[in-house]
């Protein structure tokens, strides 16, 4: 573990994470996860900003403490009801002005739709929420 736990170095870490996950990943462009790379480090800021000393970035304490499983959980449920209006949008303009565009939008969301579905499954995992929900608890153990 880290010896010295601060947003800064909290910052470091996050950014070496995200480069060791994606470092071989040739799916998306190089220059997309650069962007996305960007975006993250600016929400990470905001959140910072928006949660002061709660956020699980300022401190050691913190990061243990948040339940951010459940956070993610609520924000891929935000995200498939978003994908399912777009593509009910998608089905509405198809229907009603016959663009045939919006039947392409609608082959694009209707997987996106299933693998966040998958990733909610995955997410909601017994053993996953049954340790990422109790992180203090279990590294108090091993202290």
């Known amino acids: 573990m880290i010896k010295k736990f601060d947003e800064k170095i909290y910052e470091k870490n996050h950014e070496k994470c995200i480069d060791e996950i994606f470092e071989n990943f040739t799916a998306i462009p190089s220059e ?3 962007t996305m790379k960007k975006e993250l ?3 990470m800021k905001i959140g910072l900003q928006k949660y002061g000393e709660k956020s699980y970035q300022k401190n050691e304490e ?3 403490k948040v339940n951010t499983i459940k956070h993610a ?3 891929v449920l935000d995200l498939i009801n978003y994908l399912i209006n777009c593509y009910m949008q998608s089905e509405y303009m198809l229907e009603k002005y ?4 919006y039947s392409d ?3 694009i969301l209707y997987p996106l739709i299933l693998q966040s579905a998958y990733i909610l499954y995955k997410l909601k995992n017994e053993k996953m929420i049954s ?3 109790n992180v ?3 590294s108090e153990q091993y202290s």
Do not use: G, R, W
């Not at 016959?98 to 565009?101: D, H, P, S, W």
């Open 73 to 75: 959980i609520d924000e």
């Open 136 to 138: 203090e608890k279990i």
């Open 105 to 107: 939008l609608k082959h």
């Open 98 to 101: 016959q663009i045939t565009e």
């Open 32 to 34: 997309f996860i650069a």
């Open 131 to 133: 340790y990422l929900s």
């Open 41 to 43: 480090k600016e929400k």
């Open 62 to 64: 913190n990061f243990k």
